[in-house]
């Protein structure tokens, strides 16, 4: 056959990558391109490595994986011979939409004041050593303020008393979300600490998070969250 079909794949939204057995990239398709500015190659080797069937074809597996903001449910690994491996991640998608009346809790809002005030109630009622690093010419965008507030108290729930947490708020130049068939930016709020946190909330942020467009990303240290400007 001699059609072209390597561009199905070249366009596709789930990101491709072939090793060769020397672990070296024998050919990725865009979205992997951007996958790997996320996370390194080595990872996704080891990760081909140890889901990769017993036999030659495919495996398909189910998981929970996210790198940085990029969110993934699966992934499929084959290979024919010994020479070379292939993954392919499936991303997830948001099906949600916000109706009239949800985003009619949303309030214009000047989101270096909201945080202002939350670390204000924050320091009077915990010993959190807070160091904020904000733009101040984020604009204002409209936000469900109370959601935003669950959000907080349940994230500062996570880190341990009398911990330093660094917390750092800005745009994110060059990248953007679609809600609604509307392009936006993002700003980012990022909370990282200096002990482990208790993870335990994390599931119930997420789920609140995802009701509002909001990428949640959890770590050992640290919880970053990119909030869409929607205007």
Known sequence: MDYDYKFFIEDDTNPFILFSNDKKIAYLNTAAEFLLAKVNKQTLYDLALMHAPKVYGTKMTHMDLKYDDLGYYAIMVGY???????????????????????????????????????????????????????????????????????????????????????????????????????????????????????????LEIDKICEEHYIDFLAEEKRIRFLIPMLN
């Open 80 to 202: 024919k011979d010994d020479d070379y491996i292939g993954i392919r991640l499936y991303q997830k998608v948001k099906k949600r939409v916000m109706s009239a009346k949800e985003l009619g809790k949303y309030t214009r809002t000047d989101i270096n004041m909201l945080m202002e005030t939350w670390i204000s109630m924050i320091e009077l009622n915990h010993a959190f050593d807070v160091h904020l690093i904000t733009d101040m010419d984020i604009p204002e965008f409209k936000i469900s303020q109370n959601d935003f507030f669950t959000i907080m108290r349940k994230s500062f729930e996570s880190f341990i008393p009398g911990d330093s947490l660094q917390i750092t708020l800005k745009m994110r130049v060059g990248e953007s979300i679609y809600v609604q068939q509307k392009r936006l930016q993002l700003v980012k709020l990022e909370i990282a600490s200096q002990q482990p946190r208790d993870e335990s909330n994390d």
